[in-house]
């Protein structure tokens, strides 16, 4: 069995400033390595204190830093809110800097307080990621994105660091099997 550690960054102390609650949930996930956890996982969320973690890399990439066995997943990036081109070169570096310890978790995200912020149409959620995770994934295979979508325009692209790794086995989709799954046939045949 694999256990892992997910980061809230939830404020729900009275009294507590945010940046007390980062600094406590960032205590906390200095513990899992040395406590045997195989993972430490972290959502994006956006604009509440339900959970406040607008750059999930951003915090595993300071982890990746700090550990050295332990696992870091995103759970996930909300791909419908990211840049693709910008998601396939974090995932790069954060891969490189961990040396293969990165979990990549892509996802549609639920909340319509958040789509509603970025302006962006929760009923296109679905179409954008799936343009956009076809576009990472293959950036990933072949160190290179393009894209010509209703959604992403995107010129050839290498990506820097280049991938070095596959993500075959250390990539997962929260409500978006399908898609994955036809694009790792797409991997596998290519």
């Not at 906390?28 to 890399?57: K, Q, V």
Request: charged share 25%; proline share 4%; glycine share 8%.
């Amino acid at each position: 069995m694999r256990t892992g550690y997910m980061l809230l960054f939830q404020n729900a102390h009275q009294g507590m400033s945010d940046s007390e609650m980062v600094r406590q949930e960032i205590r906390i996930a200095d513990l899992a390595e040395p406590l045997g956890f195989d993972t430490i996982w972290s959502a994006e969320h956006h604009f509440d204190a339900y959970s406040m973690l607008p750059d999930n890399f951003q915090v595993l990439t300071y982890l990746a830093g700090r550990t050295s066995k332990i696992h870091l997943g995103t759970a996930a990036v909300i791909l419908p809110w990211n840049n693709p081109l910008r998601v396939a070169e974090k995932v790069a570096m954060l891969d490189a800097l961990s040396d293969g310890r990165f979990i990549l978790g892509l996802g549609r995200g639920l909340a319509r307080m958040e789509y509603r912020t970025f302006g962006i149409d929760m009923n296109e959620s679905r179409d954008r990621f799936n343009e956009s995770a076809k576009m990472i994934l293959e950036a990933l295979r072949t160190g290179y994105m393009e894209g010509n979508g209703p959604y992403y325009k995107q010129v050839r692209a290498e990506i820097r660091p280049r991938p070095e790794r596959s993500f075959k086995d250390r990539l997962y989709g929260s409500r978006c099997r399908r898609i994955l799954r036809r694009s790792w046939a797409s991997w596998a045949a290519g």
